[in-house]
């Protein structure tokens, strides 16, 4: 989400924490709609050699590299896209999954249309209860996407690959969504193919975009759903600051609803949500699109320009790639593996 080399940096003293909160669940399976096998598709190689004492963030950086400066710009529709589907794909499968393909066909408004898909692949835990992961592939066709959003895919696939032998307390379903860009394509549909038997099964979803660039980390969602309050209290353990704004507060001035990301399907169904995305509310506009000092970017924005590369990032923020892999990696991890909802200790 390079020319210049990206570092990892090491972060140590993890703690596990366990956190109860409020919540129910029926006890069923998730039952999706038929999607295609991916057979015996093979493509790029993930990194090797990860084990438990790797740096977190250390694989997401490969991923990044390989995602933002080697493929570049997935316009959804087109061949880059296809080419990171299949390299999501690929990175799953090695990782252990078995791999699911959801393809969709996108109706532009200029009433053309093409195909893209979503990528599925589930970590089964000690309850069928199931908690989606989910961040967009594609990008525009400004710069090469390493904000918006190949840092939270890297992010997504170095999780799934760290917890496919862990022992999660949730079913944990990781969702890379296509097409985003044009209408949030990939996430609608995707929504719109879980059964009610499914919906009542679903703890939340965790959405991650943006996660690279901005000046700040957020955390959007309401007080008193569990996975927004579960990843504000790892977060508080490990000393992670994250400024929060609720549900309410994305949309916009005049109450209207904001479809900005892919939570606003799981939003609009009733699905509780988290949303993680890095930026600057107190700049610009203060709407949150503005992501850093006017000095960078676009007047402090990169998603959808020219400066969202790997190569500007990493030269006008040194350092900052490498935390947020590495911190943000380390949060989900313990927040999917340590937190409890009662009844379930």
């Given amino acids: 989400m390079t020319s210049d080399p990206i570092l990892p940096v090491m972060l140590t003293g993890l703690l596990l924490s366990i956190f109860i909160c409020p919540w129910t669940w029926a006890d069923e399976t998730i039952d999706y709609v038929p999607v295609l096998d991916t057979g015996s598709l093979t493509g790029h190689e993930i990194l090797d050699g990860m084990d438990d004492t790797s740096p977190f963030g250390n694989s997401a950086q490969g991923y990044l590299i390989t995602l933002a400066d080697e493929i570049g710009a997935r316009v959804a529709g087109t061949d880059k896209e296809e080419e ?7 990175t799953l499968k090695q990782s252990g999954y078995e791999v699911s393909v959801q393809p ?23 309850n069928d209860a199931t908690i989606i992961v989910g961040a967009h592939y594609d990008s525009v066709d400004d710069g090469d996407g390493a904000d918006d959003n190949a840092g939270s895919v890297a992010i997504l696939l170095e999780l799934a690959q760290r917890l496919v032998n862990e022992e999660t307390p949730y079913t944990i379903q990781f969702v ?53 309050d579960c990843i504000l209290s790892t977060a508080s353990v490990h000393d992670i600051f994250l400024e929060t704004r609720t549900a309410r507060e994305l949309d916009y001035e005049d109450g209207s609803h904001c479809d900005c990301a892919d939570y606003a399907p799981f939003e609009q169904r009733g699905i509780p949500f988290a949303y993680l995305e890095a930026t600057n509310w107190d700049i610009g506009d203060e709407d949150g699109w ?35 892999l590495e911190i943000l990696t380390m949060l989900l991890y313990e927040s999917l593996t340590g937190c409890i909802m009662p009844g379930d200790e």
């Avoid at 990171?84 to 690929?90: C, G, L, N």
């Avoid at 719109?192 to 499914?198: D, E, F, H, K, L």
């Avoid at 402090?300 to 350092?319: A, E, K, S």
């Fill in 84 to 90: 990171a589907r299949d390299y999501i794909i690929s």
């Fill in 290 to 324: 503005t992501q850093v000092d006017l000095m960078y970017g676009d007047e402090g924005v990169i998603r959808h320009t020219p400066y969202d590369t790997l190569q500007y990032l990493d030269r006008v923020f040194p350092g900052r790639i490498d935390e947020r």
């Fill in 176 to 228: 890379a969504f296509g097409s985003e860009e044009e209408d949030l394509d990939g996430s609608r549909y995707f929504v719109s193919t879980i059964t009610p038997s499914a919906r009542k099964n679903l703890v939340g979803m965790i959405n991650l975009d943006g996660l690279l660039a901005g000046d700040n980390l957020y955390l959007y969602g309401d007080t008193g759903v569990f996975i927004r």
């Fill in 104 to 126: 969709f066909t996108v109706t532009t408004q200029e009433d053309e249309t093409y195909e893209s898909a979503n990528i599925i692949t589930t970590k089964q835990g000690e």
